[in-house]
């Protein structure tokens, strides 16, 4: 299916981090197989964890240890082990999605802001951000420790929003999430669905409520030139 026309006036866009701009499950999951090793567990298969990268620590936990869901304390403490992990090699394969630094130099080349508000907490976002080079070009990084709220909650969103300088129905917010479109349109912004992100097999961005899906970052380029003019 091919993303059909915002119909607004883009002056700005907004990503979530992993999953839209970023393709950091190498280094999410390859933390989570460490952890594993270190706990005498299987490695949960690669294209299975990659799908819940998205959700973060919580999220990884979840599916590489089961057990542990019915104790919350012993939950909490593998999420910090794994936060531990993950800090000590967080941005060594990650990468932005092929296509992507297209639409983000296109953006520049016409003096349009774009950012990120992601639910990652700061010191890791910053650390992808300036290992790759994106911290001087990008307007707003909001991570989910930069406010006592985070996505789904649209305080994220509107903070970004006042920090570009651009009112929240000329920004685009992209997610591979359905608390990214919830958090876009309780803003007032035009949202899309990252079609090409970590999403789980029992999951639809068709039922996300986004007003568009890409199914690609070449797709969302297309899509985004046109709401440029």
Known sequence: ???????????????????????????????LHRLQTEMGVAQTDYKLARTCVSNGSAGLVRIGFPDADADADLQTGLQQRFLRTYEQQVCASS?????????????????????????????????IMITLRLHQRM??????DTLPKRKPDPAPMLLASRILNVEPQHIVYVGDARRDIEAGRAAGMATVAAAWGYITADDDPERWQAHTVAASPAELTQLVAKELG
Not at 139 to 144: R, Y
């Open 139 to 144: 307007g707003c990084a909001i991570s989910g």
């Open 95 to 127: 990468a932005v999605f092929p296509g992507l630094d297209e639409l983000l130099l296109t953006l520049e080349a016409q003096g349009r802001p774009w950012g990120v508000v992601t639910n990652k907490p700061q010191a890791m976002t910053d650390a």
């Open 1 to 31: 299916m091919t993303a059909k026309s915002l119909g607004m006036d883009c002056h700005a866009v907004l990503f979530d981090l992993d999953g839209t701009l970023v393709d950091t499950a190498p280094d999410m999951v390859a933390a």
